[in-house]
């Protein structure tokens, strides 16, 4: 699944390549992805021209003179971009531009592709309830954030309204980082742990940002990430040996999912 590392190349690469591009043709495959009816849909953002592409958590928000396009992957898939003749067969959805390139889309399982009329976006309430994206956050946001919450530190990280971007791909050396077991609860996290857990949250993201995303993705051009099982620290890692104390790495069930922690850096006393 695509979390802040992948959505925010992705947005990067769009940014990079679509503004100033003009939506000439729409064709949706998968009507079921959008928010309104495709009529609709088609009118409101055909002759668009687009302006800035930004993301926040998961979402990737592309901004037109016409309006808003977002962007939820779901559980996968892949954005394109490629002359029109030679989009993939697999997609659900394209976008057809005025210099004879094609934006297509393609959910592995179902995705969200939704419109929102400009200075309406408050009102996208599956975007409005997103928490502050995890990679801008500072200490200080974050202790704000926990502030005599009860909920416990895992949990607290794969919420997309308390935090948005994190998901079980990198929650796992994000907490290996910070020194903190899975199940410990927020109020009991002393003001060192938080900001340790600030700095976690920057360095298990960051470098497969640097590296345009995890391995399982593509980018525009359809090239993978650069992160890969190598850069991972303990996640899916069972039985191996910790990179900080070689302590062999456990899987364990951590409420309705399963964690990986080396039980010595990261002990559930408090
Ligand atoms: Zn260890």
Not at 27 to 40: G, W, Y
Not at 75 to 80: H, K, T
Not at 149 to 158: E, G, N, P, Y
Request: charged fraction near 25%.
């Amino acid at each position: 699944m695509p979390e802040l590392p992948e959505i925010s190349a992705r947005s990067k690469e769009m940014k990079d390549t679509l503004v100033d591009k003009t939506i000439q043709h729409i064709e949706i495959l998968q009507p079921k992805s959008l928010n309104v009816p495709e009529k609709e849909f088609i009118r409101a953002l055909t002759g668009a021209t687009i302006c800035n592409v930004s993301s926040r958590g998961k979402w990737i928000f592309v901004e037109t003179d016409q309006g808003w396009l977002l962007l939820n992957l779901g559980m996968g898939g892949e954005i394109l971009l490629t002359p029109c003749d030679e989009q993939p067969e697999k997609r659900r959805l394209s976008f057809r531009f005025d210099d004879g390139t094609c934006l297509s889309i393609n959910f592995w399982w179902f995705g969200y592709v939704h419109y929102m009329p400009s200075g309406s976006l408050q009102e996208h309430k599956m975007t409005a309830k997103l928490g502050p994206q995890a990679i801008d956050l500072t200490a200080q946001d974050l202790k704000q954030i926990i502030a005599n919450r009860k909920a416990r530190v895992k949990s607290f990280l794969l919420d997309q309204s308390s935090i948005a971007g994190i998901g079980n791909a990198y929650v796992h050396d994000i907490l290996f980082l910070a020194k903190l077991h899975p199940l410990r609860t927020l109020n009991t996290l002393s003001q060192d742990e938080i900001e340790r857990l600030a700095g976690a949250i920057h360095a298990g993201l960051q470098p497969s940002i640097d590296k345009g995303g995890a391995f399982y993705e593509v980018n525009l051009q359809g090239e993978k990430g650069g992160f890969t099982m190598e850069d991972i620290l303990i996640g899916y890692k069972e039985g191996q040996p910790c990179p900080a104390c070689k302590t062999e790495i456990v899987k364990i069930k951590t409420g309705s999912t399963s964690s990986f922690i080396c039980p010595n850096c990261q002990p559930i006393d408090e």
